[in-house]
T-cell receptor, first 120, second 114 residues
Framework: AQSVAQPEDQVNVAEGNPLTVKCTYS??????LFWYVQYPNRGLQFLLK??????LVKGSYGFEAEFNKSQTSFHLKKPSALVSDSALYFC??????????????????FGKGTLLTVNP | NAGVTQTPKFQVLKTGQSMTLQCAQDMNHEYMSWYRQDPGMGLRLIHYSVGAGITDQGEVPNGYNVSRSTTEDFPLRLLSAAPSQTSVYFC???FGQGRSYEQYFGPGTRLTVT
């Protein structure tokens, strides 16, 4: 079974400082990893994904994430935080191992989310 | 493209009432899914579909039904609402041919059951 852990419910950083939102995962095969952001009263928006290749993935709004296979982690980072980055961030994983026919191959498992607050 | 649309945005039901949450997408996506979001629990998968006529259960399917008669629409039915179904519901879609594809989410429906 696949799972995702976001160990921090909340992260606070000052504007201009670097930010990191942590994510660890567990899958049977190779992982497909995603980060989403949710602004208040909105749906989730896709930020970036890791499928294969370079361990450092760049995404929208200046965010990037580093895939670390040995630590089974996919932490989200940004060099300089903005107040407008304040939102709820979700990490998600899909197992790359094919589990036979049917839709179970497409299921995405989400972490519980991390609330990022960037203080002016 | 409108993307993924959901109606209604807000709904209040009494215990025992039924209703249908509507979801539509205009991106010709094969895969569609319904999630519920509760504080501190992230998103939990209710039901999903890999194409018209094909649906399956997620991790929290009890009390909900789905059908998929067209590629575009994937309604979620609550047969007899319960207070435990008070939540925010999100519909999402993605291309179904590859598992590397990200999901696109609708704006959500906030449901309160009294």
């Amino acid at each position: 079974a696949q799972s995702v852990a976001q160990p921090e419910d909340q992260v606070n950083v000052a504007e201009g400082n670097p930010l990191t939102v942590k994510c660890t995962y567990s899958v049977s095969g190779n992982p497909y990893l995603f980060w989403y952001v949710q602004y208040p009263n909105r749906g989730l928006q896709f930020l970036l994904k890791y499928i294969t290749g370079d361990n450092l993935v760049k995404g929208s709004y200046g965010f990037e994430a580093e895939f670390n296979k040995s630590q089974t982690s996919f932490h989200l980072k940004k060099p300089s935080a903005l107040v407008s980055d304040s939102a709820l961030y979700f990490c998600a994983v899909r197992d790359g191992m094919y589990s036979g026919s049917g839709g179970s191959n497409y299921k995405l498992t989400f972490g519980k989310g991390t609330l990022l607050t960037v203080n002016p | 493209n409108a993307g993924v649309t959901q109606t209604p945005k807000f709904q209040v039901l009494k215990t025992g009432q039924s209703m249908t949450l509507q979801c539509a997408q205009d991106m010709n996506h094969e895969y569609m899914s319904w999630y519920r979001q509760d504080p501190g629990m992230g998103l939990r998968l209710i039901h999903y579909s890999v194409g018209a006529g094909i649906t399956d259960q997620g991790e929290v399917p009890n009390g909900y039904n789905v059908s998929r008669s067209t590629t575009e629409d994937f309604p979620l039915r609550l047969l007899s609402a319960a207070p435990s179904q008070t939540s925010v519901y999100f519909c999402a879609s993605s291309f179904g041919q590859g598992r590397s594809y990200e999901q696109y989410f609708g704006p959500g429906t906030r449901l309160t059951v009294t």
